[in-house]
């Protein structure tokens, strides 16, 4: 079955420590794919994306992702994160172009200052 | 910048109650989908809204389930007759195209506690 897996379910880091959050997907076609950021009491927001094209895609507030085909996987990357990157992430999937997003189950994180 | 917009925040009601959970998407948007998700799981897909009907629908939306957009701007969530196991926060999500070319942006949630 169609399937976005998040391996970490939380995660706690120093301010300044480097993030990487792991995402792996289970569809051999054509896939967008997103994470999503959910900060305590806020909506869901998008925090990159990938359609096409380089592989490497940027994102806001200094997040980055790399989509690597041959592994299935999307990892969201920080080099050094801040108090106020504690929130929720969701890594999320389309896959061959269908109408909707398959979530992974989301990785809490919590930076200490 | 236009944001999707959801009311009620929170909701509480009896088992067998019908609810009306309601989503305001942004203006220009055409596609429209209701999301939810139940305490530790995971967010999932339930239904996705275009040109007046429903384009496509999850397992989860079955029968107990209806969507509407009674005018140019509201997109409801119906559920007839709530169940215990429907308490989740519910999104909803707007784009002005397909999901695999266009971004979804998301409301706030509406959090519905069924007793």
């Known amino acids: 079955a169609q399937s976005v897996s998040q391996h970490n379910h939380h995660v706690i880091l120093s301010e300044a420590a480097s993030l990487e959050l792991g995402c792996n997907y289970s569809?051999?076609?054509?896939?967008?794919l997103f994470w999503y950021v959910q900060y305590p009491g806020q909506h869901l927001q998008l925090l990159l994306k990938y359609f096409s094209g380089d592989p490497l895609v940027k994102g806001i507030k200094g997040f980055e992702a790399e989509f690597i085909k041959s592994k299935f996987s999307f990892n969201l990357r920080k080099p050094s994160v801040q108090w106020s990157d504690t929130a929720e992430y969701f890594c999320a999937v389309i896959m061959n172009r269908d109408d909707k997003i398959i979530f992974g189950k989301g990785t809490r994180l919590h930076i200490l200052p | 910048e236009p944001e999707v917009t959801q009311t009620p925040s929170h909701q509480v009601t009896q088992m067998g109650q019908e609810v009306i959970l309601r989503c305001v998407p942004i203006s220009n948007h055409l596609y429209f989908y209701w999301y939810r998700q139940i305490l530790g799981q995971k967010v999932e897909f339930l239904v996705s809204f275009y040109n007046n009907e429903i384009s496509e629908k999850s397992e989860i939306f079955d029968d107990q389930f209806s969507v509407e957009r009674p005018d140019g701007s509201n997109f409801t969530l119906k559920i007839r007759s709530t169940k215990l196991e429907d308490s989740a926060m519910y999104f909803c999500a707007s784009s002005d195209g397909l999901a695999g070319v266009e971004t979804q942006y998301f409301g706030p949630g509406t959090r519905l506690l069924v007793l």
């Open positions: 569809y051999g076609g054509t896939v967008n």
